[in-house]
């Protein structure tokens, strides 16, 4: 049967949700799809994967630091052994990471980034997002093996049976190895992944104002701190947290953007979110336009209310 092969990244173990949907939108297909895990700990996902529809698990064995080049050999090795037609990773930084190294080794045009994947007739056909976001283009892929990565918070997780057949396969091992990565001292979401994102812009006229944001974020309690360019340039918040064309691109099922005018750097990151919420005082705020919904006002006055009635929605459930 024709399969897919998906590179799943894990932390100790446990699959990131981007991996799991990337997954999820491999097993829509219909065909098998093949999970890789390399690392510490890779073999305990056996059963995360096999649930979320794996069929076959290639775990790589001796890779115990993260190798670019070395993952992306031992990618396209298992893709040639086991005669996958696609190679599939979520557009994390991993997957980014990885996604032109495997294509070159596969002789394959990269698609990075795309929202919508499917089979038919032999033919995959993806969507992706371009200018910035203003277009969506439909593409087909020539290239013998096709190799993607899927926005975030794009596909559904699948539900599988059955224990998928578990393989081991020592790393070719590579160049380069990251020797050490500094974790951030706090646990918080990444914006990529949170479901909920509140993001802030200029408006709250300086990083004490996005008190207002971190307490609505925290009210969800599922939810990111996202921020414009203009306060990420003003020492407001950190880089990590900026939505938009040389930030973050998110697609959340809710995306609040508060104090944020809406240029079109900006929605080319959160425009796919699947709910946008705009609060702005000034009613022609270009944001206005891609918002599902619109609040014209002052954010110190809303966001504490809706703080209020989050928490008191959570009360009471
Ligand atoms: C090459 C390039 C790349 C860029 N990349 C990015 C990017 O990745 N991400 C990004 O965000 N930008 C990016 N920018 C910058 C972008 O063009 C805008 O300058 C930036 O997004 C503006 O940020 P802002 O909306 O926070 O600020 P502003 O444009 O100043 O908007 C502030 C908004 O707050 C509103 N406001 C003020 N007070 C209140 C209040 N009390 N209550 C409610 N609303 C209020 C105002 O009406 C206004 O609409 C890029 C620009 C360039 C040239």
């Given at each position: 049967?024709?399969?897919?092969?998906?590179?799943?990244?894990?932390?100790?173990?446990?699959?990131?949700?981007?991996?799991?949907?990337?997954?999820?939108?491999?097993?829509?297909?219909?065909?098998?799809?093949?999970?890789?895990?390399?690392?510490?700990?890779?073999?305990?996902?056996?059963?995360?994967?096999?649930?979320?529809?794996?069929?076959?698990?290639?775990?790589?064995?001796?890779?115990?630091?993260?190798?670019?080049?070395?993952?992306?050999?031992?990618?396209?090795?298992?893709?040639?052994?086991?005669?996958?037609?696609?190679?599939?990773?979520?557009a994390t930084s991993?997957?980014k990471?990885?996604?032109?190294?495997?294509?070159?080794?596969?002789?394959?045009?990269?698609l990075a980034d795309c929202t919508a994947?499917?089979?038919?007739?032999?033919?995959?056909?993806?969507q992706r997002p371009i200018l910035a976001g203003k277009a969506i283009a439909?593409v087909?892929?020539?290239?013998?093996?096709?190799?993607?990565t899927l926005r975030p918070n794009t596909?559904?997780?699948?539900?599988?049976?059955?224990?998928?057949?578990?393989?081991?396969?020592?790393?070719?091992?590579?160049?380069?190895?990251?020797?050490?990565?500094?974790?951030?001292?706090?646990?918080?979401?990444d914006v990529k992944?949170?479901?909920?994102v509140?993001s802030g812009g200029r408006?709250?006229?300086?990083?004490?104002?996005?008190?207002?944001?971190?307490?609505?974020?925290?009210?969800?309690?599922?939810?990111a701190?996202g921020a414009s360019r203009a306060v990420v340039d003003?020492?407001?918040r950190?880089h990590g947290e900026q939505v938009g064309q040389t930030g973050k691109t998110v697609a959340p099922?809710?995306y609040i953007a508060?104090?944020i005018s809406g240029a079109i750097q900006h929605l080319a990151g959160m425009r796919t979110s699947k709910v946008i919420v705009a609060?702005n005082?000034?009613?022609?705020a270009p944001i206005f336009k891609v918002a599902d919904?619109?609040?014209?006002?002052?954010?110190?006055?809303?966001?504490?209310?809706?703080?209020?009635?989050?928490?008191?929605?959570?009360?009471?459930?």
């Amino acid at each position: 049967m024709t399969s897919i092969l998906v590179f799943v990244e894990h932390v100790r173990g446990t699959p990131r949700r981007a991996s799991l949907e990337t997954l999820g939108a491999a097993t829509a297909t219909g065909l098998a799809p093949i999970a890789l895990v390399t690392g510490p700990d890779a073999a305990n996902t056996a059963a995360a994967l096999s649930a979320a529809g794996a069929k076959k698990l290639v775990v790589v064995t001796g890779a115990d630091k993260y190798s670019p080049d070395g993952t992306a050999a031992d990618i396209a090795a298992a893709v040639t052994a086991h005669g996958a037609k696609a190679f599939l990773a979520a557009a994390t930084s991993t997957g980014k990471d990885l996604l032109g190294r495997v294509a070159g080794l596969l002789d394959s045009a990269p698609l990075a980034d795309c929202t919508a994947f499917s089979f038919a007739g032999g033919t995959f056909t993806l969507q992706r997002p371009i200018l910035a976001g203003k277009a969506i283009a439909t593409v087909q892929s020539k290239s013998a093996v096709l190799c993607a990565t899927l926005r975030p918070n794009t596909f559904a997780v699948a539900s599988g049976s059955g224990a998928a057949e578990v393989s081991t396969v020592a790393t070719k091992g590579g160049k380069v190895v990251v020797i050490g990565v500094a974790a951030k001292g706090d646990a918080k979401l990444d914006v990529k992944e949170a479901p909920v994102v509140v993001s802030g812009g200029r408006g709250l006229r300086e990083a004490a104002g996005f008190k207002i944001v971190e307490d609505l974020a925290a009210a969800f309690g599922n939810a990111a701190v996202g921020a414009s360019r203009a306060v990420v340039d003003s020492g407001w918040r950190p880089h990590g947290e900026q939505v938009g064309q040389t930030g973050k691109t998110v697609a959340p099922q809710l995306y609040i953007a508060v104090g944020i005018s809406g240029a079109i750097q900006h929605l080319a990151g959160m425009r796919t979110s699947k709910v946008i919420v705009a609060i702005n005082k000034d009613a022609a705020a270009p944001i206005f336009k891609v918002a599902d919904y619109g609040i014209v006002g002052d954010a110190f006055e809303i966001l504490p209310a809706l703080t209020a009635a989050v928490k008191a929605v959570k009360a009471s459930n």
